[in-house]
């Protein structure tokens, strides 16, 4: 019987992220850190404006981030 081991959900845009943006997941979770304290899509407008990362990056980056601080 096969396992599907495909990750799926916001992680599954890590490697793209990692590969556009040149810094590892880490980088972009530490500067969330900063801004923890905001609203989602806040928190996607913050990686967006402030960090040039693409709408659906960013969303992927703080729906993962927020799930793992349990907002």
Request: net charge positive; hydrophobic share 40%.
């Amino acid at each position: 019987m096969a396992t599907d081991t495909k990750v799926k959900g916001p992680a599954s845009y890590f490697p793209s992220i990692e590969k556009t943006y040149g810094k590892p997941v880490a980088h972009w979770f530490d500067l969330l850190n900063s801004v923890k304290e905001k609203k989602h899509m806040e928190q996607v407008a913050f990686l967006k404006e402030d960090h040039k990362i693409g709408h659906g990056h960013a969303n992927a980056l703080v729906a993962f981030y927020r799930a793992q601080i349990g907002v």
